[in-house]
């Protein structure tokens, strides 16, 4: 149901295949024999769209983020604002300017249009800094918390109980040596380090690049101070 399957079959589609119902829980797909040669442009990534917007928030930044489908993210965007930022949406752009002080909210992940469990991670480590007591409940997929044992690391208060998670905000993050354990738990960890006080030294950074092309680049054009070692 999610967007990007919409995305998918419609290229499909205009390539020559027959599928119907994307975008609904059923899906009929019937076999052709061969597709076609098309030009096609594929849509903007959501999650990339809502990862920068909480990385630029949990910093006390302000941002004007282009190509964006506005529809696609509105459950995050709802989030941002109900946490204090400052939202101007126009037709294929967004403009967000945080708070002095982010303040709690609650979330559940759920099957699109719903709150998306991609950005579960992320929003939690922009919460840690929240004023507040923030409850997470992620609703779609087992263990996908295992990366909040890092944000502990850095003096985030988390407590775990099943599939909810309860974040107490702190007054600050410490910098320092944490592990990206899959895609999203990496976001996280650098969302965390942007606002932390001193360094912090990220491993297993496959994860993070498989799923955001040159974040470092981009994070830089923001003001932040980031770079990726190679190892030998």
Do not use: W
């Not at 579960?120 to 044992?149: D, H």
């Amino acid at each position: 149901m999610e967007p990007e399957i919409v995305d998918l079959s419609n290229c499909l589609n205009k390539m020559g295949a027959k599928i119907e119902g994307a975008g609904t829980s059923n899906i009929k797909i019937t076999g052709v024999k061969k597709l076609k040669d098309i030009s096609y442009n594929i849509m903007p990534d959501r999650i990339e769209a809502g990862s920068l917007l909480c990385m630029v928030a949990v910093t006390g930044g302000k941002l004007k983020l282009n190509n964006v489908k506005i529809e696609n993210i509105s459950p995050i965007i709802s989030k941002l604002e109900e946490s204090g930022c400052k939202i101007e949406k126009e037709k294929n752009s967004i403009y967000l300017e945080a708070p002095r002080k982010l303040k709690a909210v609650d979330i559940k992940t759920m099957p699109y249009p719903g709150f998306p469990t991609d950005m579960q991670s992320v929003f939690a480590s922009m919460l840690t800094i929240a004023r507040g007591t923030s409850v997470i409940v992620e609703n779609i997929f087992e263990n996908r918390y295992k990366y909040m044992a890092e944000l502990k690391k850095m003096g985030a208060k988390i407590t775990i109980e099943g599939k909810t998670a309860i974040v107490k905000g702190v007054r600050k993050l410490t910098g320092s040596k944490v592990n990206s354990t899959d895609l999203r738990g990496g976001a996280a960890m650098v969302t965390a380090a942007l606002v932390a006080r001193g360094k912090t030294e990220i491993t297993n950074i496959e994860h993070i690049l498989r799923g955001y092309e040159n974040l470092d680049k981009k994070l830089r054009n923001l003001g932040a101070s980031i770079i990726i070692k190679k190892e030998n």
